[in-house]
Each structure stands twice: as C-alpha cells, then as structure tokens.
C-alpha cells in the first residue's frame, strides 16, 4: 500500500533540447521508493511551469511492467559471436572490455577503435569519455548521435559568427515582432516553447509568425504566412529573400558596414536569385516570397527557430549560414526578440559540443586544427599529446566498422541499428565488427542483439548531473529512486573501465603517476570541465552545483565574478572571429544528394511524431501517447493516392534505392502530390539469415548516408522513393 508522499526533488526532462523544469514526487509502496508524478517546474526559466505530453507521462515510463522487462539490470557478455550473452558481474564486464580495447590498441593503434555516443547522457558522462578516448587512448574517434540532429548548426554558427553559440534565448519569443519558423515542425518537436510561441501570439495578435515547411504541419497551421517550399530548396528562398531585401532597401548598411565582411560577394550572388526564379525553384509565389522578405527586414524584432530541415541535409552547414547571412544584413541579431535561434534535438547535445564530444572538437569549443588549443587540452588533462587529426564521424565510423578499419566500437545510450540512415550499412557493420560494447539502459534495442558485452546504465530519475538546452541553460539532473538493479550512471561504468586500460596499454600517453581518471562523484568531474572553460566564449568558471542548485538553471558565460548568465550574446556586435566582425558566407543553392526519377518519382522526408521520442524505448510503453499516432503509416497526398488507386490503411511498397518497407497508407492535405512522409520512431522487425538476429531497419532502411561536407551530417530529410500496392 501506498503511504506518505516524500518529498518533491528538481531535476530536468530527459527528452527534447526545451529542457524543461520538473518536480517529481515519490511515494512508498510496499516499502520501496517509486515515482509518483511528476509537474512542471514553475521557476524552471525554459518551461515555466509547463510540461508536454511526453513530460508529463515520464514517471509512467517508470512504473510499467514493460520498464521492470525491458531496463539492463545487469551485465551480460558472450566470448563468441554465434553465443547468446549470459549473465556476467561487474568486474568480469569490464575486465572483458578494457582488455579487448587495449589488446586492440596495442596491436592495431588507437585508431582501431572508436565510441558513439549520445544527445542523452549528461555533461558529466560525455566529458569523461571524451577524455577516455582524446585523452588516454590518443583517439579522436568518439561521435555522437547528436551528429544526425545539430552538425550543421554547429558549423553554421560557428562559420558565420565564430564560434558555436546560439546567441538567443527563449525569452525572445515573448519580445519578438516576427518569428520566422524554419524546418521545425516546433509543434511535435519542441512542444513546450511551441505553447510559448502561442501565448506570445496571445497576447500580442500583432505578432506575426511565418513558417516554411515542405509540410503542412501543426506548427504551420498557426502562420500567418506558410511557404510550403519544395524539399530542400531553402537557400534559394533565403538568397530570394536577400535580392528583394536589397532591391527594396530594407538592409540596415550602417550595421553591415560596421560588424561583418563578405557582403560585397553575398550581394553578386544574390542577385542571379529573382522573385521570378526564386518562387519556381521553391514552389511557391512571388507575393509569397515579397511577404516573407518584408516582414523579416522590417519587423522591429526577427527571431529565426530552425532545427532539422535545415540540418538534415547535404547542404545543411550552407542552409545554416544562408539564414544567419538575413539576421545580419538587416541587423535581426543582437538585440531583444531577434537572431538565429538553432532547436537543438536531444536533451544535452549542446552539453556535449561544450565538452567538445565530437569527432571534430576540442574540449571547451577548442579545435583540433589549433595547436595551442591542442598542447593546452594535453598539459591540462597530463597527456603527451592530443592527435590533429579528426576522428570519423558517425557515418564513415560505421563504414570502417564494416570494412575491417575498424575493430572495436563502445556504443553509449544510443540506437544506431535503428537511428542512422541507410540501415543496411549499419548492420552489416555490426555484424563485422570484431568487438562491440553497449552501454545502455535498455535490452530491447535494436543494437542490443550486437553487443558483445552489455554494460546496463541508469537512466532518467536516476542519474546526476547536468544538461545544457538550446537556450546555453544549464540545469541539474538528480536522481530520485536508486538505480535499478546493478545499473550503474555512464560516468561512473566509463572509469571503472578506464583506469583498467590506463594498466594494459603498452605505449602509455599519461604523464603522471596518478590515474587520469580519480573522480568519485559527478560534481569533481563537471568542476574538472568548469577548469577548462575559463577564458573561452563559454566560460562557466563563476557558476557552480551548488548555485545551480540554490539560485536555479544558468544561461553561459558565467565566468567568475558573475552574479548571472548572459542572456543575450553579440549584443555590442563583436563577434568571436579574428577580426571581430561576423561573416556573410557566399554559397550557391544546390539540390538534394539525390533526385527523384522515373524510377523512384516520390520524396520522401522524415520526423518526430508529437508524442514519441527517438525509438520509443520509454515512450512506447505508455499507452496513453499511442492516442494521438497509434502505428506507422505513410503520408501522401489525395493525388498520389488516386493515382496509384491507393486507400487509407492499404498496405503498400515503400522502396528506395536502399531498400524496402511496408507501410499502411495514409492520405493527408500535410504533403503536396510527389511527396510523403514517414515518422522516424518504428522500426520494422525481421530475422536475419544469420545467429537468428531480429534486424529492425524502420524508416531508415530507406533513407540514405549521403551528408554534409562540412558538417558531415546526412540528408535524413531526403530520399527518393517509390510506392506500389503490397
Ligand atoms: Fe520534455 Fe521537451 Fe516536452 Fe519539455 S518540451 S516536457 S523537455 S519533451
């Protein structure tokens, strides 16, 4: 029976990057410690009190048989791959694990080896394993799945501004005269800021949002202006945009004169981009396209919200800097209600650009290229040296695990078998690998049947530590009920194994006697993190637990001395590049990695489904969030559907040049004729030829691995496909 209601603990929802603000309360029942409910955090700066659909079921996710079934309680191992794992103890897991790495290293180079991390895990997590591989194995071979969600962010921001800082935040939304809503279906995506963005419109009916999606979506149907472009052509709208803006003279040349470079050449570009071509090109018209472009330059405040669509994409980091180039030419940056405002995705995947865990980045927003940047991350972290070279991405991580490069792969709370594109690939890499490691607090994934050891991790209302959201927030994550089974917290399963490699590597890189790896708790691995942020643009050495706890979730900087966070960056308009001026960036548009044809005359996109998240390994087991979606389909459109005599609920081929799905249709005004749309969450089981495995391929047996150059992030948003009657 339940007794007493315990006290209410803080922490922060483990889904999207809003990253809201909740209490949850626990109960005893039949004397054990669950999770009762949870609310919104009303003095949560990002939610205010506010919870989605998602949120507000978290403690569900909890309390389910299905949890109690499908959570790793313990670890598991198998000494061959035709073995099913059995029950291991601790220190049998990770003497297995750290032994095969280093034998590996020793053998083969650190290179032989890599880890595919995720948006999920804290910033504590994500620092020591960025540590483990940099630092103590000599590898810069550590990815994340946040590579699928913010790469192009990353770069877009950091190519035209400098460095890699959303300089908004989500009180603009409340001060902005104009949102320009731009690949976010903010609606599904980002649930909570999208209530704020109607409450904004609320209150103040003059608010004008437009949205530009290839989709009718939810969030579209709030616009004021909907530009329902074609699949991919957002450059041409944002250089279209720029002809008229110029033509019109709506720039604002004294701010372009004074804080930037580049317009002279963004201005020849732009101008081969007339309304006429513009509106073609993107399938829209040009009294469309002139609205846009007026309201945008005009508004006393534009704030740009952008996630995936531009993202996603083999023009992506271009798309990136192409709408950054708009905020700055009319001066729509630096300043209240106005900016460039990336939605990052998951949870932390800004916590992990932060501590640099990604295959391209250096600790602190350092870089590889940089060799000061280098030697100072070595002498810090008491390491010989840090390599230059980039590690491999996400994809071509998996491409050298399939072609033998690569031997060994330590996956971190993340579905790769069911998330990457072009699923084929993914599996046949899993399959060839010689060593998989799966650190997970999940059994039931679609990777699980690959690992060779599986290391169970705790998950949310369980773990410590802290997750920055899209806004540079940090906010605490704390643990309300023990973890369960032998779970342990990512952190801690990462240095136990750690320190084993630090004995078994014959060509050690550490400097120092002691470990590189002596932290007992989260706390003394985010002050070692604090330590090497101090003098860079995210400068966190003023702010501690201890405040976070007591005053509340802080935006950075916070550098010592600081009584705050900054709200706001670039408000006196000089920006972190060598001359302290931003930069218009002059690229061309360009079409999809791959067109439709004859052969596959249909494009396909992908995305979230409002009440699922990622592989729905919580969010499928509630059964409630099946109300509003309750099985996969495919979005077409009423003309697609009479033309190939297709019904609603009819099984149909869907096929690509990758492969083949099968899905009931569904007929929707959401997608315009030769278009369609799958969500990303389900996979599709069947058994292999080989060990009896149960591949899951989804949506993503479809769409392809071709990506952004810079950014090396894949177009998920685009594939060429064709549909036949089942
Ligand atoms: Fe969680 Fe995102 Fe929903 Fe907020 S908006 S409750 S962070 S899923």
């Given at each position: 029976a339940a007794t007493a209601i315990n006290s209410q603990v803080k922490t922060t929802c483990c889904y999207c990057g809003v990253g809201c603000g909740m209490l949850v309360e626990t109960e005893q029942v039949s004397g054990k410690l669950r999770i009762k409910s949870v609310t919104g955090d009303p003095a949560h700066p990002a939610n205010l009190g506010r919870l989605c659909s998602k949120g507000a079921t978290l403690h569900l996710t909890a309390q389910t048989h299905v949890y109690e079934q499908t959570r790793a309680k313990h670890p598991e191992w198998r000494h061959s791959k035709d073995a099913a794992r059995t029950r291991a103890n601790w220190d049998q897991a990770n003497e297995l694990v750290a032994s095969r790495f280093a034998d590996i290293i020793n053998e083969h180079?650190?290179?032989?080896v890599a880890f595919y991390v995720s948006g999920q895990i804290l910033t504590e997590d994500y620092y020591v394993f960025n540590k483990l591989a940099k630092g103590l194995l000599g590898t810069n071979n550590i990815d994340t799945n946040s590579r699928l969600c913010m790469s192009s962010a990353v770069a877009g921001y950091k190519r035209s501004l400098g460095a890699d800082a959303p300089p908004c935040n989500y009180e603009d939304i409340d001060r902005a005269s104009v949102i320009f809503i731009t690949g976010s279906n903010a609606a599904y995506a980002h649930p909570v800021l999208f209530r704020r963005i109607e409450a904004a419109k609320e209150k103040n009916p003059a608010l004008k949002i437009i949205v530009v999606d290839p989709r009718r979506t939810d969030t579209a149907q709030a616009a004021d202006l909907f530009l329902q472009i074609l699949p991919g052509t957002d450059i041409a709208l944002y250089h279209g945009m720029l002809h008229l803006m110029l033509w019109e003279g709506w720039l604002d040349q004294t701010y372009i004169d004074a804080h930037t470079e580049g317009f002279s050449d963004l201005k020849a570009l732009v101008k081969n981009y007339p309304p006429k071509t513009v509106a073609q090109l993107c399938g829209i018209s040009e009294s469309e396209l002139f609205e846009a472009a007026r309201l945008f330059a005009t508004s006393t405040a534009t704030l740009s919200l952008y996630c995936q669509g531009l993202n996603q994409s083999t023009s992506g980091t271009a798309k990136n800097s192409a709408l950054i180039n708009l905020h700055l030419a009319t001066r729509q940056i630096g300043k209240a209600g106005a900016g460039p405002f990336s939605l990052t995705g998951q949870p932390n995947a800004m916590g992990g650009r932060e501590v640099g865990g990604l295959a391209n980045q250096l600790a602190a927003h350092r870089d590889l290229g940089n060799p000061a940047h280098r030697r100072e991350v070595a002498d810090f972290w008491g390491v010989t040296d840090v390599a230059e070279a980039p590690g491999l991405t996400a994809i071509p991580m998996f491409e050298a695990l399939r072609s033998g490069r690569l031997k060994a792969i330590w996956i971190v709370c993340t579905n790769p078998a069911q998330s990457l594109p072009d699923q084929t690939l993914v599996h046949q890499a899993l399959e060839a690998a010689e060593f998989v490691v799966l650190q997970e607090a999940y059994t039931n994934t679609a990777t699980a049947p690959y690992a060779d050891v599986l290391l169970p991790a705790t998950t949310w209302a369980e773990k410590e530590g802290t997750v920055t959201n899209s806004e540079r927030r940090i906010s605490r994550v704390n643990p309300v009920i023990a973890p369960l089974g032998e779970s342990k917290n990512d952190w801690q399963i990462c240095l136990d194994i750690a320190r084993l490699i630090e004995k078994k590597l014959e060509r050690p890189r550490r400097l120092k006697d002691s470990s590189l790896f002596n932290f007992t708790t989260a706390e003394e691995i985010w002050l070692e993190h604090r330590a090497l942020t101090k003098g860079r643009d995210l400068d966190i050495s003023g702010l501690s637990y201890e405040i976070l706890d007591t005053q509340g979730p802080a935006q950075w900087p916070y550098p010592e001395g600081a009584t705050e966070g900054q709200a706001r960056l670039y408000e006196d308009g000089i920006f972190p590049t060598a001359t302290g001026r931003a930069k218009f960036l002059t690229e061309d548009y360009r079409s999809t990695a791959e067109a439709t044809s004859a052969r596959y005359p249909i494009a396909l996109t992908t995305g979230r489904l409002r009440d699922q998240w990622h592989g729905m390994s919580r969010t499928g087991t509630i059964a409630r969030l099946f109300a509003h979606a309750p099985k996969p389909a495919i979005d077409l459109s009423a003309a697609d559907a009479q033309r190939l005599d297709l019904h609603n609920d009819e099984l149909v081929y869907v096929t690509s040049a990758r492969g083949v799905q099968v899905l009931p249709v569904s007929i929707t005004t959401s997608v315009r004729p030769s278009q369609a749309f799958v969500a990303m969450h389900w996979g599709s089981e069947y058994v292999a030829g080989h060990a009896g495995k149960s591949m899951s391929l989804g949506v993503n047996g479809l769409t392809s691995s071709a990506r952004d150059p810079i950014s090396e992030q894949p177009e998920l948003k685009f594939s060429a496909v064709k549909v036949t009657k089942a």
């Amino acid at each position: 029976a339940a007794t007493a209601i315990n006290s209410q603990v803080k922490t922060t929802c483990c889904y999207c990057g809003v990253g809201c603000g909740m209490l949850v309360e626990t109960e005893q029942v039949s004397g054990k410690l669950r999770i009762k409910s949870v609310t919104g955090d009303p003095a949560h700066p990002a939610n205010l009190g506010r919870l989605c659909s998602k949120g507000a079921t978290l403690h569900l996710t909890a309390q389910t048989h299905v949890y109690e079934q499908t959570r790793a309680k313990h670890p598991e191992w198998r000494h061959s791959k035709d073995a099913a794992r059995t029950r291991a103890n601790w220190d049998q897991a990770n003497e297995l694990v750290a032994s095969r790495f280093a034998d590996i290293i020793n053998e083969h180079g650190p290179n032989s080896v890599a880890f595919y991390v995720s948006g999920q895990i804290l910033t504590e997590d994500y620092y020591v394993f960025n540590k483990l591989a940099k630092g103590l194995l000599g590898t810069n071979n550590i990815d994340t799945n946040s590579r699928l969600c913010m790469s192009s962010a990353v770069a877009g921001y950091k190519r035209s501004l400098g460095a890699d800082a959303p300089p908004c935040n989500y009180e603009d939304i409340d001060r902005a005269s104009v949102i320009f809503i731009t690949g976010s279906n903010a609606a599904y995506a980002h649930p909570v800021l999208f209530r704020r963005i109607e409450a904004a419109k609320e209150k103040n009916p003059a608010l004008k949002i437009i949205v530009v999606d290839p989709r009718r979506t939810d969030t579209a149907q709030a616009a004021d202006l909907f530009l329902q472009i074609l699949p991919g052509t957002d450059i041409a709208l944002y250089h279209g945009m720029l002809h008229l803006m110029l033509w019109e003279g709506w720039l604002d040349q004294t701010y372009i004169d004074a804080h930037t470079e580049g317009f002279s050449d963004l201005k020849a570009l732009v101008k081969n981009y007339p309304p006429k071509t513009v509106a073609q090109l993107c399938g829209i018209s040009e009294s469309e396209l002139f609205e846009a472009a007026r309201l945008f330059a005009t508004s006393t405040a534009t704030l740009s919200l952008y996630c995936q669509g531009l993202n996603q994409s083999t023009s992506g980091t271009a798309k990136n800097s192409a709408l950054i180039n708009l905020h700055l030419a009319t001066r729509q940056i630096g300043k209240a209600g106005a900016g460039p405002f990336s939605l990052t995705g998951q949870p932390n995947a800004m916590g992990g650009r932060e501590v640099g865990g990604l295959a391209n980045q250096l600790a602190a927003h350092r870089d590889l290229g940089n060799p000061a940047h280098r030697r100072e991350v070595a002498d810090f972290w008491g390491v010989t040296d840090v390599a230059e070279a980039p590690g491999l991405t996400a994809i071509p991580m998996f491409e050298a695990l399939r072609s033998g490069r690569l031997k060994a792969i330590w996956i971190v709370c993340t579905n790769p078998a069911q998330s990457l594109p072009d699923q084929t690939l993914v599996h046949q890499a899993l399959e060839a690998a010689e060593f998989v490691v799966l650190q997970e607090a999940y059994t039931n994934t679609a990777t699980a049947p690959y690992a060779d050891v599986l290391l169970p991790a705790t998950t949310w209302a369980e773990k410590e530590g802290t997750v920055t959201n899209s806004e540079r927030r940090i906010s605490r994550v704390n643990p309300v009920i023990a973890p369960l089974g032998e779970s342990k917290n990512d952190w801690q399963i990462c240095l136990d194994i750690a320190r084993l490699i630090e004995k078994k590597l014959e060509r050690p890189r550490r400097l120092k006697d002691s470990s590189l790896f002596n932290f007992t708790t989260a706390e003394e691995i985010w002050l070692e993190h604090r330590a090497l942020t101090k003098g860079r643009d995210l400068d966190i050495s003023g702010l501690s637990y201890e405040i976070l706890d007591t005053q509340g979730p802080a935006q950075w900087p916070y550098p010592e001395g600081a009584t705050e966070g900054q709200a706001r960056l670039y408000e006196d308009g000089i920006f972190p590049t060598a001359t302290g001026r931003a930069k218009f960036l002059t690229e061309d548009y360009r079409s999809t990695a791959e067109a439709t044809s004859a052969r596959y005359p249909i494009a396909l996109t992908t995305g979230r489904l409002r009440d699922q998240w990622h592989g729905m390994s919580r969010t499928g087991t509630i059964a409630r969030l099946f109300a509003h979606a309750p099985k996969p389909a495919i979005d077409l459109s009423a003309a697609d559907a009479q033309r190939l005599d297709l019904h609603n609920d009819e099984l149909v081929y869907v096929t690509s040049a990758r492969g083949v799905q099968v899905l009931p249709v569904s007929i929707t005004t959401s997608v315009r004729p030769s278009q369609a749309f799958v969500a990303m969450h389900w996979g599709s089981e069947y058994v292999a030829g080989h060990a009896g495995k149960s591949m899951s391929l989804g949506v993503n047996g479809l769409t392809s691995s071709a990506r952004d150059p810079i950014s090396e992030q894949p177009e998920l948003k685009f594939s060429a496909v064709k549909v036949t009657k089942a």
